[in-house]
């Protein structure tokens, strides 16, 4: 399986950040979910976990990564007010970057 395919597969997984909470939260969670329906291409699951970890530099979510960054302040993390659809939008946006890039070099 084909890293573009293993992220294209984990933002269908990937929660709007709109009205309930039944999709996965995170991004490595949506990958997770992969593996009951993908347990051939375990290899690529797993790689495509370690280009996340890879990409956060360290820190364990996107909200912690964006606060290193001084990309937000923690009161902006922590208000809930918008918080969610934000980071929810970030999260799709952010795979839809990987999709497009594994694409273009054929993985």
């Not at 399986?1 to 269908?12: Q, Y």
Request: with cysteine; hydrophobic share 35%; glycine share 6%.
């Amino acid at each position: 399986m084909k890293l573009s395919e293993v992220f294209r597969e984990a933002k269908t997984d990937l929660w709007s950040g709109r009205g309930q909470q039944y999709q996965a939260r995170f991004i490595c969670h949506a990958i997770n979910r992969q593996f009951v329906r993908h347990p051939l291409h375990d290899e690529s699951i797993y790689e495509a976990k370690q280009v996340i970890a890879q990409l956060l530099e360290g820190h364990v979510t996107l909200d912690d990564w964006l606060m290193a960054k001084g990309h937000a302040k923690p009161h902006e993390i922590i208000t809930k007010k918008g918080r969610d659809e934000k980071l929810q939008a970030t999260r799709h946006a952010w795979l839809d970057h990987l999709i497009q890039h594994y694409e273009s070099i054929g993985n």
